[in-house]
């Protein structure tokens, strides 16, 4: 299933794309992560849901909270968020 930006419970998202950032990106990368743009953060959301293989509206508003919520300040790029989700998500699941 795709998360879209119906399914985001924040509404204040910018909605902008960046100039380093194409909705037609494939993986995570170093490209800086702006968790108030709600591009990325479909992104980063679909993409996690790819990994593991499922995803449903539950889960995906679940993420959206823990990156509103709980993403450390140093965590800067795509690549580092996913990884940080990953984390994240293998500890809870054992």
């Known amino acids: 299933m795709i998360f879209l930006k119906e399914h985001l419970r924040k509404k204040n998202y910018d909605w902008a794309v960046m100039h380093h950032h194409c909705k037609e990106n494939n993986e995570p990368n170093r490209r800086t992560f702006n968790p108030l743009n709600g591009y990325q953060v479909l992104f980063i959301i679909n993409h996690f849901g790819k990994s593991i293989g ?32 990953r984390g994240i998500y293998l500890y809870y699941s054992n």
């Open 54 to 85: 499922k995803l449903t509206i539950t889960d995906g508003c679940q993420l959206e909270e823990l990156i509103s919520t709980q993403l450390p300040l140093e965590l800067k790029s795509e690549l580092s968020v996913f990884n940080w989700l």
